[in-house]
């Protein structure tokens, strides 16, 4: 049973820095996509970032490009959103996701079968 587990979410102040675990158990497939996405209240979840399992590229929603990265540990499985100078517009809930069947190119959360519970991101100005 695939199980994606975040951490790191918190309170921090504009223009601070955060990092995001999304540990992932069960996942057999030899590659697959890693993404995060955040929901905003009352709207539907966005595309922030996304890492191919494999060979480390990643893409990035333009509203967060130059300010947050990836990167992964693939003998421990786990996922990293490296969030820097995080404005009170990024507070949000964060999703981590993760399917073999979507690339770094899919920037919607259709299509992806295994959710984390969602790690709450509070940005005060």
């Known amino acids: 049973q695939v199980q994606l587990v975040e951490s790191g979410g918190g309170q921090v102040q504009r223009g601070k820095s955060l990092t995001l675990s999304c540990t992932a158990s069960?996942?057999?497939?030899?590659?697959?996509?890693m993404s995060w996405f955040r929901r905003f209240p009352g709207k539907d979840r966005e595309f922030v970032g996304a890492?191919?399992?494999?060979?480390?590229?990643?893409n990035f929603d333009d509203s967060v490009k130059g300010r947050f990265s990836m990167s992964r540990d693939r003998a421990k499985k786990i996922g990293y959103l490296h969030m820097n100078n995080l404005q009170p517009e990024d507070t949000a809930v964060y999703y981590c996701?993760?399917?073999?069947?979507?690339?770094?190119?899919?920037?919607?959360?259709?299509?992806?079968?295994?959710w984390g519970q969602g790690t709450q991101v509070t940005v005060s100005s």
């Open positions: 069960g996942l057999i497939f030899s590659s697959f996509t």
């Open positions: 996701a993760a399917d073999p069947s979507r690339t770094v190119l899919c920037g919607t959360p259709f299509g992806y079968n295994y």
């Open positions: 890492i191919n399992w494999g060979s480390g590229n990643t």
